[in-house]
């Protein structure tokens, strides 16, 4: 059971993406769930305190990169006195193929919840092939 508490726990990026960061904040690396449906690959990751506004997401060189910044909660004439829920920015990149439809990705995040949906190429969709009796 503890195994399993320590799984859900946020993970702290070993290395960041190789860019420069002007916040001076920990780095958390968003979980994600990838299904695939017959026209598209709907990626969705969980990043708490992450609204439209705050959420960036880039295609550069086949590379999808998310990226989101979370502010620290402050407490007007009150000190922190304990915290177990700790708070950083999200960051993380995938590599994709080019069976994407790059030009038709669409992103929507609700309740710190981002969900990606990734187009498929026509190229790359399943084509049924026609027999013909001679």
Same mark, same amino acid.
């Given at each position: 059971?503890? $195994?399993?508490?320590? #799984? ?12 420069? @960061?002007? @916040?001076? @904040? $920990? ?14 690959? %709907?990626?969705? *990751? ?9 959420? #960036?997401?880039?295609? +550069?060189?086949? /590379? ?6 979370? &502010?620290?909660?402050?407490? +007007? ?5 304990? *915290? &177990? ?14 069976? /994407?439809?790059?030009? @038709?990705?669409?992103? %929507? /995040? ?9 187009? !498929? *190429?026509? $190229?790359?969709?399943? !084509? ?7």
């Amino acid at each position: 059971m503890e $195994k399993e508490a320590l #799984d859900l726990q946020k993970q702290q990026a070993q290395n960041p993406l190789e860019t420069e @960061r002007t @916040r001076n @904040r $920990k780095v958390f690396v968003p979980k994600v769930d990838i299904y695939e449906t017959k026209d598209a690959m %709907v990626l969705i *990751a969980d990043m708490p305190g992450v609204d439209d506004q705050s959420v #960036d997401i880039t295609l +550069e060189k086949n /590379v999808l990169t998310i990226t989101g910044n979370v &502010e620290s909660p402050v407490y +007007e004439g009150k000190a922190l006195a304990y *915290a &177990e829920y700790d708070t950083g920015d999200y960051q993380r990149a995938f590599t994709i193929s080019d069976e /994407v439809d790059q030009d @038709r990705i669409e992103a %929507v /995040v609700e309740n710190g919840v981002l969900r990606l949906t990734l187009p !498929k *190429a026509e $190229k790359a969709k399943v !084509k049924k092939i026609a027999i013909k009796a001679e």
